[in-house]
């Protein structure tokens, strides 16, 4: 049970679930208004459903919190155990949040099943916070694979017009991690006898088990984060995405990734994953480095900001494997603000694509002129992806930076360049698209944010500078668990015939 006498985590899963069933069931196109109003407030009850998880949170414990353990499928002890530490609250939160902003975004754009689009990020929104809280492999394992659906219908349904090409890629990406992952789980299963990661946490394993269990979780959460090699999907699957779509993918879905690292991989095969460490650090730099110089000659926009998301991820596995304090906690304050500016980034390029119905980045230029409160959000995001001191961007950055300069000036120095080569593709961007003169009877034609569209920015803008100049509330929530999760790592857990 939860500190106020009931389940927290059971209510802020269910409730974005059942309110996406009402809308389903009680909206329709005919009644759109009703449909609308109805998932706003099914987005907002669901959203303060989960403060309690912020208010009463303990920020001097970094294990689980607000934990719910009652028996599913007893013959293969599995059970429906909820729980949270630092790492998941934060996240939980974002999404929930979130999903208001998707319905809101959605109001005017979407016009044909408003009730299913609606009803799909109200589920998704439930499905990704069950990931977040699960503490029992197969529940887990069943909201991760949950997830997809509505995520996959979103794509398929209101994408563009490649939406069946990236659907499928974006599914058997998936799928071949998860199928991974699950072998791993029966693995664990058989050493423990249990579905509980709390006992995967305590099992002893030699080290070439350990290196394999972590390859196995690698394939599913490096492609979910994405990771260089494996991040080809996510491309496609922003461009064809629909606004609210990208913004959750790009908000939500890759930090589900990341999380899963500090959840599973790592913890569950600790010396694994310092044998492994190098290789990762390798990749995060790949990605942080090779994929600034992709942005930097992409011509669609939602394109150059989906190869920048993978490049800013980079920062986030980065500051897991340098193994220290400044690292880890710089890399989670890394996802919540990516969270936020990625999100305001695809809403301010939908802006744009709702009026011009392009996303080409040569279809623009002097936006300036004609949508001058629009145009001073979008810059202020950009110079937010770009690292700007004050703004959330540069918080997470520049902690997993001086994290990474501890252990190796090298790391530090190249994670550094994305400051340099971030401005480049972002500013180069701001500048074609938003300065110089006019260039096009369609921007000449613009029109200026309405009260809904401002509304979003302007909050996204607040949240954006006010973490930037004081991130103070995601640092108390992640510290505790921060120190505990690095010194379950630094303890060996081989087996001790193996020794070390």
């Known amino acids: ?265 790592m913890p569950i095969a600790p010396d694994g994953a310092h044998a492994l460490g190098d290789m990762m650090i390798t990749l995060s730099l790949i990605a942080i480095v090779y994929i600034a110089f992709v942005a930097l000659v992409q011509k669609d926009m939602k394109k150059l900001i989906a190869y920048s998301s993978i490049s800013h991820m980079g920062f986030v596995t980065l500051g897991f494997f340098v193994f220290n304090p400044l690292g880890l906690e710089g890399a989670m304050v890394q996802m919540i603000s990516h969270g936020f500016i990625s999100a305001a980034m695809f809403l301010c390029v939908g802006v744009l694509y709702d009026r011009v119905h392009s996303r080409e980045i040569s279809a623009y230029g002097g936006v300036v002129n004609t949508m001058p409160t629009f145009a001073a959000f979008a810059v202020l995001f950009a110079m937010a992806n770009s690292g700007l001191p004050a703004t959330s961007g540069f918080v997470g950055e520049f902690m997993v930076i001086l994290g990474s300069v501890q252990v190796n000036f090298w790391y530090g120095f190249l994670a550094a360049t994305t400051l340099i080569f971030g401005a480049a593709y972002t500013l180069w961007m701001v500048k074609r698209v938003f300065f110089g003169d006019i260039a096009n009877h369609h921007v000449a034609e613009l029109k200026d944010l309405n009260h809904r569209e401002f509304l979003i920015l302007a909050v996204l803008a607040i949240l954006v500078i006010g973490f930037g100049v004081y991130p103070k509330p995601i640092t108390d929530l992640t510290h505790a668990t921060a120190l505990q999760f690095l010194q379950h790592m630094a303890t060996p857990k081989l087996l001790p015939q193996v020794g070390l």
């Open 1 to 265: 049970m939860g500190y106020l006498g009931y389940p927290i985590l059971s209510v802020s899963i269910w409730l974005p679930i059942l309110a996406g069933i009402l809308v389903l069931l009680l909206g329709s196109d005919s009644r759109a208004c009703f449909t609308r109003w109805l998932a706003l407030a099914g987005s907002m009850v669901a959203f303060l459903a989960t403060l309690p998880l912020y208010t009463q949170f303990n920020y001097a414990e970094g294990g689980f919190q607000f934990q719910e353990l009652s028996e599913w499928i007893p013959a293969f002890n599995i059970h429906y155990h909820l729980g949270v530490d630092g790492f998941a609250v934060p996240l939980i939160l974002l999404t929930a949040f979130t999903t208001i902003i998707v319905v809101v975004a959605a109001w005017e754009v979407i016009e044909k099943n408003i009730a299913q689009y609606m009803a799909c990020f109200l589920i998704m929104s439930g499905l990704m916070i069950g990931v977040f809280s699960a503490l029992d492999a197969i529940l887990y394992y069943v909201f991760w694979e949950a997830m997809l659906i509505p995520m996959f219908l979103v794509i398929g349904m209101w994408g563009g017009p490649n939406r069946v090409y990236a659907t499928i890629k974006f599914f058997l990406y998936t799928l071949l991690g998860s199928l991974l992952m699950l072998v791993a789980f029966i693995y664990l299963f058989h050493q423990t006898g249990s579905f509980a990661i709390n006992d995967f946490y305590k099992v002893p394993l030699d080290l070439t088990a350990q290196k394999l269990i972590f390859l196995a979780f690698f394939a599913a959460f490096a492609v979910k984060i994405p990771m260089w090699p494996v991040h080809t999907w996510l491309p496609d699957a922003h461009v064809e995405a629909p606004t609210g779509g990208s913004v959750v993918l790009a908000a939500i879905m890759l930090k589900l990734g990341g999380y899963s690292f500090l959840r599973f991989a």
